[in-house]
C-alpha cells in the first residue's frame, strides 16, 4: 500500500539524512521514478523535505527534522527487539525489525540494535529434535485463530482413536516446549496438543467467542485443570541416596526429598497422573527404590516384577546351552 511506503520512505530518510532516489529505490524494492513520486508526495503533504541538486545532492529532511513514531520508552525498546531479535527471524519479522528500528529515537538506536543480537532461541533438543514445533498444522491454526474463523479439527490422544470435531480457536499457548490451541468446544473451553492434531480445515463460519473471553485467564483455568490430573497420585518410597539424582531427573519438580532414614536411605515422594504410571516409571531403578505406598503400587510393581521375570527368565533358558 502506499501509505505503508510513505512511512517507510520518511523513516529511511531520517535515519539517513539524505539518500538518493536510486538508494530509496534500492531499499523499498520499487523503481527510481515510483521513488521520486514518493519523496514529491512527502513534500505535498507538508512533511518538510527539500531537494538538493548537484554532486553530493539528494534528498534531505529541512534542518534535521524528525518524527518519533513509536513513542517507546527505553526499556519498552530494549524488552521489544530483545524478544523478537530472539526468535530466529522471519522474512516479514525482519523487515518489520528494519522498519520499526529507523522509527526508534536516534539515542535509543544502540540499544535497540544490542538487544536484536543479545540473544537466540535454538528450537532443537540434544538429538536434533525440534522441541517447539507446533507440527505441520501450527500455521493453519494460527491463521484460524487471527483470521476469527471455526475449524474442523482431527485429534488423536496416545492410545485412543481419532476422532474429528467442529471447535473455535481461541489462541495459542507456547507451555514447555509444547504448543497447544485453546479452542472453544461443545462442552466449554478446552486445550489442544498441536503435536496431536492430525487435520486442521477451516470451515468458513466465524469463531464463537465467549464474552468477555481473555487468553491469559482461560490458559489459568485450563493448566490448573490439567495440572491436577498430571498430579492425582502420590506414592511414597524410600530411595537410596545414589539413586537421587536420577530421581531428580526422571520426575523433576514432582519429586519431594524427606528425612534421612535409620538405614541410611532416604524417604521420597513422587507424583503423577497415576499410580501405575508411577510405578512404571520406578521399576528401572530396581531394589533402590522401595515403594511403602499406598498398597496399590506396591501390588502394581510385584505384577510387573512377575511379569519381567516369567519373560526374561524364559529367553533366558532359551539362550543357555
Known sequence: ?????????????????????????????????????????????????????????????????????????????????????????????????????????????????????????????????????GGPHHTALERAVLDGVRVRLGYARPGDEPHERTVDPLGLVLKAGHWYLVAGTAHGLRSFRLGRVISAEPTGEPVRRPAGFDLADAWRSLATRLEDRLLAA??????????LPLLQRLFDGRLSIGRLLPDGRREIEAKGPSVEVLAAQLTGLGARVEVVGPPRARAHLARLGQELAAHYGALQGMTTP
Not at 93 to 111: C, D, F, W
Not at 234 to 243: E, L, P, S, W, Y
Request: aromatic share 4%.
Open 1 to 133: 500500500m502506499r501509505a505503508d511506503r510513505l512511512v517507510a520512505a520518511l523513516l529511511f530518510l531520517q535515519a539517513r539524512g539524505r539518500v538518493t532516489a536510486a538508494e530509496l529505490a534500492a531499499e523499498l524494492e520499487i523503481s527510481e521514478r515510483t521513488a521520486r513520486r514518493d519523496l514529491e508526495a512527502l513534500i505535498a503533504s507538508g512533511v518538510p523535505v527539500y531537494a538538493q541538486r548537484g554532486r553530493g545532492g539528494g534528498w534531505r529532511l529541512v534542518g534535521g527534522a524528525r518524527t518519533d513514531l513509536t513513542g517507546l520508552t527505553s526499556p519498552e525498546v530494549r524488552a521489544l527487539f530483545l524478544a523478537a531479535g530472539s526468535s530466529g527471524g522471519s522474512p516479514e519479522l525482519r523487515s518489520a525489525l528494519r522498519k520499526l528500528l529507523r522509527a526508534v529515537p536516534e539515542p535509543l538506536r544502540p540499544q535497540a540494535e544490542a538487544a536484536s543480537r543479545a540473544r537466540i532461541v535454538d528450537e532443537l533438543d540434544w538429538s536434533r529434535t525440534a522441541v517447539t514445533a
Open 234 to 243: 502420590t506414592v511414597v518410597a524410600h530411595a537410596d541416596q545414589d539413586a
